[in-house]
């Protein structure tokens, strides 16, 4: 097994599982390397299999494929697949053919694989376990690894592979490995490992127990380990690993079985918290779903006393000690403890006080949130500034480096993280001695922004389909979703999802009519949004093969020409596959399929057919061979047209525009006749090139073409005429529209001359139709219309072919498959908000005409639902007071306003309330009949036009309803109310009361008077306002509300107060010693509020600098001591209430002095002592860890009498005449100052203080790091 922590990379990205097929069908097994060119080898019971009968090896870019042809008993086995050092291996099984099901017929898919048989769990684990080279475990070490291809797939839950049962040795080791699917998540996902049912192990990492991930860019899965050292048989038990992301949870229980029989010295700590069963002499067994019981791993570190002690988990216990006993039940859920009554009783038992740190003055904070490439930084602040501190990430300790600094200032230790990334995102610890505290660190993401969207895509079943996404971070976390459902790889292997740099792409490749739908790819910062169409395969033919008359020796062309270049097909003669040899050609360029036949003979007359491979479709035309019929005529015979035309009225030739015109005419005649060829161009002004001797009267208004002897070899030019002695072939290469017309064929000699009328319609595609016209634009769909083209191509239009795109897309996506018949189309599922433009393509027989021009840019907007809670607020005489809240759903168009309006009841005729939208969700409908029963109802209104309205449910009738007045006095106003002098006063007091009501305020009884006193009143409430309040303005005030003969009173007390006077008369009482005692009176005036006492200072005469000696002293008399003696004093008394202090002070009139009594001052006798003391460092070095290029200090304290020398050494030399080094020394604190550090300046430095007493010295490690 590797080591922890070191996850080895597969060369595999999907790797062949174990089948089981039945005797006589082929066996497939596909394999797929990450990257292609990659060397594959495929063995069979370790031999090298190679290309043979029964063997089949492909290789295709990265897929590489093993068929084994007829499967029997001797085929079953074990297979593998090696790759570089990779290795995986997969079994077949073999089933009798009548066990087999009937439908089962091999896939490239695997099959499930067979059970595993419960007696050889070894053999089924290695059975599909990828090997690499490496040496086996050690003995007493296992790792248990599931059988990934054999564990069923699991569309729910969040394990790729779960961890198994495992067995171990006491003193062995042994790995459980998770791995989770990360191609969904755009986090990581967050795993906890259980003992029993509610212990976390990650408080128990250490020494003995360790977690490990990973994440394997490759194959986007997340291994967790958990890695246990020195086994125990305490260890045995349940265990539980636990996966949870932002919407997903699932969990995984297994078994750790240890052998080994327990001493009877040893004790068992489990057994508190566990039921057990005892088989034989001191052996233990353990049931693993009845357990419940903790596992400390602490008790291996070191010795602990016999006593059994429950151990505290911090997690669950923390958080139980502090809630309360209604919250026991549900944090028992969350964190799975199923033994409520056993959690209960070791609850109680538990202290409630909480034990204070002796480590930490200062501990972590719970949790601290950092940007991605920001910095960090952790602080500690410790009781002991010498104590060693450890840093953990997810129980590892962390080692210095770049991007991780310790710095240690006094008792504060930080740790601080430089750019951090999202493998910072964990749960950090400090240790000092045996205590610890937690934090969890996580690292926020900037958002992920979309910078090129998603385009709509139009396929056919079958065909390959390809989104393509830009985003504004390279290597971003996306979702991709397929109508608000996330795709993810674990439902099939149909959809492939890949990254190029700031790219990514969703591959489908062989669409169904199931993959049709709204994609999305959605990252943090937004999402794109585009339609994949899906149509059933249909193949058009854009020109059928048409009837041909040919004569004898010439050559006859079938063409066609169909929508799909890659469809292959069969020619048919009279139903029978026509068979291609020297004279008969078939050949296929592109979308054109031709059937050429030579020297045409009257065997070749028939029905021949095209029949496209794949396609229930059949295109037909017939052979049709002319003869030339010549009668024996004497010499001299008249010139005479030989055509199969009964009538002279031959049916109109019909030719596809672009292909070649050939009319050939057999003629006769003795002598050779002249052949004119003339063509009818009616109401134009052109004359014939040669007029025709004895021509009807249309032939001056023809073009003519006459061919004389020098003429009759001339072949160039796209028109020409060819004439032989029994025929004349009149050619046009590539024909035109201007080609169509009646060909009159005229050939005379001396005898005679004889005519003929050929009429030539030229058939094409239609002209490209009008731009259309978009109409009824609706929130997903509208209609569109357009005219027929100008000419249809002389055939008639068999329907239209409609496209749209979006308006920043150069990508056309049809709408339809079936032709639409009507010159209109109601578009449906588009996205509201987004651009569109429309085009349109005519068809007919011939095939399809050019685009359209594109449309007018339009966008679907809906119009906004209704609003909501439509509410009367209130009703008068003649007026009715509406109130409404927001539509739901406003839609992409916004909200330009709202419209109101009313009606009589029973009648449908509706009137609007004003002229115009309002913004407001508020009106007062003004001007209504009285006492008429109206209805109500509101519109919301956007660009797309009126939404749908909602009304009142019940008829409101327009009458003022009569309300009994009441004042609601506020809470505040019904106790006195206090304003300093000066100060504004506005009192507000609402009231309810209908009609409006009278309002009248007093005050003593009497009517308010002055300009200075103003009432302000509204229909529902009255305001008492007073720009700046007096004295005078205090005193009791009386509202009165009146209706009529009802009325409602409300009290105020308005007390206005201002600062006191100065106190009154004050005297000094008595002077003695260093006291004075002084008195005084209340002030005259108490500013209108109560003295809440006084304030007493003292100036001495000297300096007049006035010192307070009390403050908020309630009495009138005081006693002012601690006086010098021999000063003169003056005294002065403030008086205090809640404005504040008197602005004046009552000031004492005379100074007061302190008398000096007679005192003979004896000098005590002392005792000479000897304070000299031989040095001693009272606060020692401290090793540091600095950076090299800025200043460093060490720092130290010392004492000692006399006051000792200070030497510095570094590695034993002196540094006392080296200029790099600073040394100051105040007061005992000594300071060692480098200045900019090197590499070479790390080492031990000693300071040595030395006095007459003695000598002593201190030394610490100084370390000089180089910064990356």
């Known amino acids: 097994m590797p080591e922890p922590g070191k996850k080895p990379v597969s060369a595999f990205s999907k790797k062949p599982r174990s089948a089981e097929v039945a005797a006589g069908n082929p066996a497939v097994f596909e394999a797929e390397t990450e990257r292609s060119g990659v060397k594959v080898r495929w063995q069979r019971g370790g031999s090298d299999i190679s290309a043979s009968d029964k063997y089949s090896l492909a290789t295709e870019g990265t897929r590489h494929t093993l068929t084994v042809r007829d499967v029997g008993p001797a085929d079953q086995g074990s297979y593998a697949v090696i790759a570089g050092s990779s290795k995986v291996k997969f079994d077949l099984k073999v089933i009798e053919a009548e066990k087999a099901a009937p439908v089962l017929s091999p896939a490239p898919a695997p099959a499930p694989a067979p059970a595993e048989d419960p007696g050889a769990p070894g053999e089924a684990l290695a059975s599909a376990t990828e090997e690499r080279g490496g040496s086996p475990s050690p003995e007493g070490s296992s790792s248990v690894v599931p059988d990934a291809s054999g564990a069923p797939d699991d569309p729910i839950g969040l394990f790729v592979m779960r961890p198994q049962d495992g067995e171990v040795t006491t003193g062995g080791s042994i790995t459980f490995s998770a791995r989770v699917a990360g191609a969904s998540l755009l986090k990581p996902p967050t795993v906890k490992w259980f003992k029993g049912k509610w212990v976390d192990l990650s408080s128990k990492a250490g020494q003995h127990l360790q977690l490990h991930s990973s994440y394997d860019r490759a194959s986007k899965v997340y291994l967790f380990e958990l890695h246990i050292t020195d086994a125990q048989a305490t260890f045995a038990g349940g265990y539980r690993c636990e996966v949870s992301t932002k919407d997903k949870f699932d969990s995984c229980n297994f078994n750790l079985t240890v052998h080994e029989a327990i001493g009877p010295g040893e004790l068992d700590l489990r057994s508190a918290f566990r039921r057990t069963s005892l088989a034989g002499s001191g052996r233990r067994i353990s049931d693993s779903h009845e357990d419940a019981g903790t596992l400390d791993f602490s008790s291996l570190l070191k010795k602990r006393d016999s006593r059994l002690e429950a151990p505290a988990e911090e997690d669950v216990w923390e958080i139980l000690r502090q809630a309360s006993p209604s919250e026991y039940e549900r944090i028992a859920f969350q964190h799975g403890v199923t033994d409520l009554r056993g959690m209960l009783k070791r609850l109680k038992g538990m202290k409630r006080d909480e034990k204070k740190s002796t480590a930490f003055q200062k501990k972590l904070e719970p949790a601290y949130q950092v940007s991605k490439g920001h910095k960090i930084r952790l602080t500690v602040e410790l009781a002991d500034p010498d104590a060693e501190v450890k840093w953990l990430k997810n129980g590892q300790e962390i080692q210095m480096s770049g991007r991780y600094i310790f710095e240690s200032v006094g008792a504060k230790r930080t740790l601080t993280i430089s750019q951090c990334s999202l493998a910072d995102d964990a749960a950090y610890q400090c240790v000092v001695g045996g205590e610890k505290c937690s934090t969890e660190l996580f690292v926020k993401e900037p958002p992920v922004l979309i910078t090129r969207p998603l385009e709509d895509q139009l396929v056919m079943v079958g065909q390959r389909v390809e989104f393509e996404c830009e985003v504004s971070e390279e290597g971003a976390q996306v979702k991709w979703l397929k109508d608000g459902v996330e795709l993810t790889r674990e439902e099939t292997f149909k959809y492939r999802f890949k990254k190029d740099g700031q790219r990514h792409h969703l591959i489908i490749n062989e669409a169904t009519l199931e993959d049709a739908g709204h994609y999305a790819l959605r990252t943090s910062g937004g999402q794109a949004l585009a339609e994949l169409i899906v149509q059933e395969k249909k193949l058009e033919v854009y020109q059928n093969i048409a009837d041909l008359t040919v004569g004898a020796k010439d050559q006859a062309v079938f063409k066609c020409e169909v929508s799909d270049e890659n469809v292959r097909g069969v020619w048919l003669k009279n139903g029978k596959e026509l068979v291609p040899d020297s004279r008969i050609k078939v050949s296929h360029i592109g979308r054109v399929h031709k059937l050429t036949i030579d020297d045409v003979t009257p065997a070749d007359e028939a029905d021949y057919s095209f029949v496209p491979e794949g396609f229930a479709c059949n295109l037909s035309a017939k052979l049709h061979f002319m003869e030339v019929k010549i009668d024996f005529v004497p010499r001299q015979e008249p010139p005479k047209i030989h055509l199969d035309c009964p009538g002279r009225k031959p049916d109109t030739i019909v030719v596809v525009a672009g292909n070649k015109l050939r009319l050939d005419v057999p003629i006769s005649g003795d002598p050779a006749p002249t052949v004119i060829w003339q063509k009818s161009i009616p109401q134009k002004n052109k004359v014939p090139a040669g007029p025709a001797p004895d021509a009807t009267g249309d032939a001056g208004a023809s073009d003519e073409w006459v061919f004389d002897k020098k003429l009759l070899c001339e072949t160039e030019g796209r028109v020409r005429v060819e004439t032989t002695k029994d025929r004349s072939i009149f050619t046009v290469e590539g024909a035109e529209k201007e080609d169509e017309g009646v060909y009159i064929v005229t050939v005379k000699n001396p005898v005679g001359e004889d005519q003929v009328n050929l009429t030539v319609k030229v058939i094409d595609v239609p002209d490209a139709p009008a731009a259309p016209k978009i109409s009824n634009v609706g929130e997903d769909s509208c209609t569109v219309q357009w005219e027929p083209p100008a000419y249809d191509g002389g055939q008639p239009i068999l329907g239209y072919i409609l496209e749209r795109k979006k308006k920043k897309s150069y990508r056309w996506m049809r709408l339809n498959f079936d032709l639409l018949r009507e010159l209109s189309h109601e578009a449906r599922r588009m996205i509201e908000g987004v651009v569109y433009e429309m085009r349109v393509y005519a068809v007919n027989a011939i095939g399809m005409s ?266 009138t008399h005081c006693v002012v001591s601690e006086l010098i003696i021999g000063n003169g004093y003056y005294f002065r008394v403030f008086s205090h209430n809640m404005v504040g202090p008197s602005d004046k002070a009552a000031t004492t009139k005379e100074p007061v002095f302190i008398p000096k009594p007679g005192i003979t001052y004896e000098p005590p006798n002392y005792k000479a002592l000897d304070f000299s003391e031989a040095p001693s460092f009272t606060r020692p070095l401290v090793n540091r860890s600095v950076i090299a290029g800025y200043n460093a200090i060490l720092c130290c304290a010392v004492r000692g009498s006399p006051k000792p020398k200070i030497s510095w050494f570094k590695n034993g030399l002196d540094l006392g005449e080296d200029a790099r080094f600073r040394m100051f020394s105040k007061q005992g604190v000594l300071t060692l100052e480098i200045r900019k550090p090197c590499p070479f300046d790390g080492g031990i430095y000693v300071c040595r203080a030395t006095n007459l007493q003695g000598e002593a010295q201190c030394e610490c490690r100084l370390e000089v790091r180089v910064p990356q």
């Open 850 to 1115: 050019r685009p359209s021009p594109a449309s007018q840019p339009f966008m679907p907007i809906g119009p906004p639902s209704e609003p909501t809670h439509l509410a009367v607020e209130d009703v008068s005489d003649t007026t009715v007071s509406l109130k409404w809240r927001p539509p739901e759903r406003v839609g992409a168009g916004g909200l330009d306003g709202y419209s109101v309006e009313y009606c009589q009841e029973g009648c449908s005729e509706w009137t609007a309330a004003l002229q115009g939208l309002t913004e407001r969700t508020s009106m007062l409908v003004k001007d209504l009949p009285t006492r008429a029963r109206l209805l109500f109802r509101v519109r919301a209104h956007n660009m797309a036009g009126p939404g749908a309205p909602v009304a009142t449910k019940e008829a409101v009738t327009v009458q003022e309803i009569l309300q009994r007045p009441r004042l609601q006095l506020p809470r505040h106003l019904r106790q006195t109310i206090q304003r300093k002098v000066g100060e504004p006063v506005n009192l507000l007091i609402p009231f309810q009361g209908k009609p409006r009501p009278q309002v009248t305020w007093t005050k003593e009884g009497q009517p308010l008077a002055g300009e200075e006193v103003s009432i302000r009143n509204s229909p529902t409430d009255t305001i008492l306002f007073i720009r700046a309040a007096r004295r005078a303005h205090s005193g009791t005030y009386q509202v009165t509300l009146r209706i009529e003969n009802m009325e409602d009173k409300a009290t105020l007390v308005l007390q206005i107060v201002d600062k006191p006077s100065p106190p009154q008369d004050i005297r000094v009482m008595e002077a003695w010693g260093f006291n004075v005692a002084l008195e005084w009176k209340p002030p005259q005036d108490d500013g209108n509020t109560e003295i809440w006492g006084y304030t007493v200072q003292k100036a001495d005469k000297k300096t007049m600098e006035w010192f307070t000696v009390l403050e908020h002293y309630r009495r």
